[in-house]
Structures are given as structure tokens and as C-alpha cells.
């Protein structure tokens, strides 16, 4: 039981580049998330997916996009990747609670993202 | 849009002493507040959570406790230890879903 996968773990883009962050996870969960984590900045929802086949803007959705292939995976694309998207990105996955609040998030390992 | 403000930004104490994180919200719909711990290079671990129906949490020595009226919620370490030093972060679920907002976090420095 791996719980959530994340690849790669470090990268190094040019400006207007383009990449995907690919995550599964193996907990048969229904949702999953993608955040940045910057310096003095928390963790920000990127994008959010309740099921398979939806997909939600999160708080900094700007300059990115996402699929929800399966249940099991989600991927993240930078289409054109620029200095400000230089981030720890963070896959995760949850279930429900029962009476339909937030439950227990787990994230992956993280992927070191740096863009010149 | 909804936040969640945290506080202090650091905090360092002596081994021993105790540790107290506080952090605020503004939907008052929010119903789950966890708290994670990130270790430095490390990916954030849930360490304790509460559910808006409990006014507190204990787990040997940390503590939640919620104030739904004031929209507060803290966390509490007794007896600190320098293997809890890390960064920790409080989070808010957003109304009616399972996804959550994140405090900007509170790096703990336990001095030996």
C-alpha cells in the first residue's frame, strides 16, 4: 500500500516550457487534490477532484490544468511554465466523511518544481 | 473568499515548556479543522483533527480545542521534545465539501 505517488520529484523547466506532474493513489479514494507550497505562503489548492470525471478550480488555478484519468489518477500540466509557478507541488487524495464534511487529506512525497 | 489566518509565524521554546498555535476562520460553515505537521524536506502528516460537534481533543501531548462561536481553534503541545520541531499547519474544510484551506503555517523550534 504505497498510499499517494507523485513523479518526478525534482524538475528543472525553461520558461514556456511544457510539463505534467503525474500522481496516483492506491487508497480507493474518491478525491484528490494538487496544492503549491510556497515560502510564507501555506498550502494553496491548485485544482480539485471530487470523482472521477470532475474537476474543480481551486484558489490559484491560473496557468494550469488537470485530468482526472481514473479514480485512481490526476494529473497536473503547466502548459507554458513561467519563474512564479518555481513551487513544491504537493499531490492528495481523501475520502468524504460519512456526514458529507472534510475528512483526513494524505499527500504525496512532493515534486521539487523549478522553472529559469 | 474563505481564509484561514494562523499565528505566531515561528515560535521557539525550551524543551519541556509547552507550545500553543492559534488560527482563525471565516466560514462559519467550515465543520473539520485538522492541524499537520511538516518536517523539514518532508510532506505534511495529520497529526489531530476535531469535528465542529467537539468543543476539544486530546491525544497524549497535544490538544485541539475549537471555539465555533469566535470561529478560533488552537493547538496545544505539552512537553515539547526537539523531535517537535517542524512546521505546523492548521486547516479549515470549505462548506459542504471535503476540500480544505490551509493556514500559512508556524515553524516550532524546540531548543534542547
Known amino acids: 500500500n504505497a498510499g499517494v505517488t507523485q513523479t518526478p520529484k525534482f524538475q528543472v523547466l525553461k520558461t514556456g516550457q ?73 499531490c492528495a487524495s481523501s475520502e468524504l466523511f460519512t456526514s458529507g464534511s472534510g475528512n483526513t487529506i494524505y499527500f504525496g512525497e512532493g515534486s521539487w518544481l523549478t522553472v529559469v | 473568499g474563505e481564509n484561514v489566518e494562523q499565528h505566531p509565524s515561528t515560535l521557539s521554546v525550551q524543551e519541556g515548556d509547552s507550545a500553543v498555535i492559534k488560527c482563525t476562520y471565516s466560514d462559519s460553515a467550515s465543520n473539520y479543522f485538522p492541524w ?56 479549515a474544510s470549505m462548506r459542504g465539501t471535503d476540500k480544505l484551506i490551509f493556514g500559512t503555517g508556524t515553524r516550532l523550534q524546540v531548543f534542547p
Open chain 2, 36 to 91: 499537520y505537521k511538516q518536517e523539514l524536506g518532508k510532506r505534511p502528516q495529520l497529526i489531530i483533527d476535531i469535528r465542529s460537534n467537539v468543543g476539544e481533543k486530546k491525544d497524549q501531548r497535544i490538544a485541539v480545542t475549537l471555539n465555533k462561536t469566535a470561529k478560533h481553534f488552537s493547538l496545544h503541545i505539552t512537553e515539547t521534545q526537539p523531535e517537535d520541531s517542524a512546521v505546523y499547519f492548521c486547516a
Open chain 1, 18 to 90: 511544457s510539463m505534467t506532474l503525474q500522481c496516483a493513489q492506491d487508497m480507493n479514494h474518491n478525491s484528490m487534490y494538487w496544492y503549491r507550497q510556497d515560502p510564507g505562503m501555506g498550502l494553496r489548492l491548485i485544482y480539485y477532484s471530487a470523482s472521477e470525471g470532475t474537476t474543480d478550480k481551486g484558489e490559484v488555478p491560473n496557468g494550469y490544468n488537470v485530468s482526472r484519468l481514473n479514480k485512481r489518477e490526476f494529473s497536473l500540466r503547466l502548459e507554458s511554465a513561467a519563474p512564479s509557478q518555481t513551487s513544491v507541488y504537493f
